[in-house]
Structure formats: C-alpha cells, structure tokens
T-cell receptor
Framework: KAGVTQTPRYLIKTRGQQVTLSCSPISGHRSVSWYQQTPGQGLQFLFEYFSETQRNKGNFPGRFSGRQFSNSRSEMNVSTLELGDSALYLC??????????????FGQGTRLTVV | GQQLNQSPQSMFIQEGEDVSMNCTSSSIFNTWLWYKQEPGEGPVLLIALYKAGELTSNGRLTAQFGITRKDSFLNISASIPSDVGIYFCAGLGDSNYQLIWGAGTKLIIKP
C-alpha cells in the first residue's frame, strides 16, 4: 500500500511569486491535513479537507489556500511569497479525522525556500 | 483552545539509558498519537492509543493513555543511536476534531 506522496520534495521560489504543492493521500483516505514546520519548530496547522470540503482552518493569512479533489488528492497554494514562508510543508492523510480510532500518516514533506 | 504541554523540550542521554517523555493537557482527549521525526522528513507514527489506561508497546517503545484522558507518556528503553530525532505527541479531542500537537522532545544521544 503506497504511502502519502508529496510533490515536489524541494522548491526554490522568489519573493512575490506563488507556489502550489501537491499531496496524494493513502488510498482510501479521505481526510488531508496540511502543516507548516519551520526549523526547530513544531507543527503549525494550516487546514484540513474531507470530501473536497475544508473542515478546519488554522491561523494563517489568506495567502495560504488549499483544495481537495474528488480523488482525495489535495493541493495547497501560497500566493505573494514572503521570506518567512520558507519551511517544510507537511501533508497528513487519514481515513477520517472526525471518526474515533483514527491515525494520521505523513508524507516526506515539501521543503520550500523563498529567496 | 486545546493545548498540549510536552516535556522535556530536549534530552541528552547516554546510549543504553531509558528515556521518558510526556504530554499533558487541561482538556480531555480521545486519541493520543506519538510520532518520531528525523531531519528533513515527515513525522512517522510510532504508537496510537485509543482508550484511557491503555498501555501499548512497539519494540523498545511503550506508551500509555492516562486514566484522566489528559495525559500520555512515551518510554524508550535501552536507547540506541538511531533513536535520535524529535518525538511529538498529538491528541484528538472532542471539540474541533483537529489534531493538537505538542512542541516536541528532541532526543540527543551523547557519544
């Protein structure tokens, strides 16, 4: 069974540009969550999607957005990139976070560097 | 909102020593998850706990879901060099069905 796949693994962008990151969850999983992790920091929750609907959102500016497709694959977009957006962006897949006995599995992340 | 206090923040130990870390909250959780993260990689799920009082092992790792549902601990016995990394706890509560994360415990093994 394939794990969570995030693409690309590494990305370098210039300030002001926009970027789209992709996450393919484990087959059968319908819940996808996104996190931002800066060096030495914990996981900052961005948003969670289930069945193409955003169910939860963290405290990030509107420049951060996401969507989920009917096959559960998800994308997140960051517009007007700032230097502070440089981070490891992680995607977590679960069957349904809103059900009991649920586990979440992570991809390897996309390392975004803004220069 | 719900918060998790994870301690210690970091640990410097000798190879072969046992390690203990914990997470506490003022809120009740229904699920506790423990992860390990290595540099540049995503967190890997180590142990999942679903019932108060549950004690679960995974090799040299043992984790428990506190009776009050407000805490959990992770023990690593006889640490080895490959145990280095950052260990995170995460809890899933009743309210907003969002995983709440501890800040992590960085494990460093002294040569």
């Amino acid at each position: 069974k394939a794990g969570v796949t995030q693409t690309p693994r590494y990305l370098i962008k210039t300030r002001g540009q926009q970027v789209t990151l992709s996450c393919s969850p484990i087959s059968g999983h319908r819940s996808v969550s996104w996190y931002q992790q800066t060096p030495g920091q914990g996981l900052q929750f961005l948003f969670e999607y289930f069945s193409e609907t955003q169910r939860n959102k963290g405290n990030f500016p509107g420049r951060f957005s996401g969507r989920q497709f009917s096959n559960s694959r998800s994308e997140m977009n960051v517009s007007t990139l700032e230097l502070g957006d440089s981070a490891l962006y992680l995607c977590a897949s679960s069957f349904n976070l809103w059900q009991p006995n649920t586990e979440a599995f992570f991809g390897q992340g996309t390392r975004l560097t803004v220069v | 909102g719900q918060q998790l206090n994870q301690s210690p923040q970091s640990m410097f130990i000798q190879e072969g020593e046992d390690v203990s870390m914990n997470c506490t909250s003022s809120s009740i959780f229904n699920t506790w998850l423990w992860y390990k993260q290595e540099p540049g990689e995503g967190p890997v799920l180590l142990i999942a706990l679903y019932k108060a009082g549950e004690l679960t092992s995974n090799g040299r790792l043992t984790a428990q879901f506190g009776i009050t549902r407000k805490d959990s601990f992770l023990n690593i016995s006889a640490s080895i060099p490959s145990d280095v990394g950052i260990y995170f706890c995460a809890g899933l509560g009743d309210s907003n069905y969002q995983l709440i994360w501890g800040a992590g415990t960085k494990l460093i093994i002294k040569p």
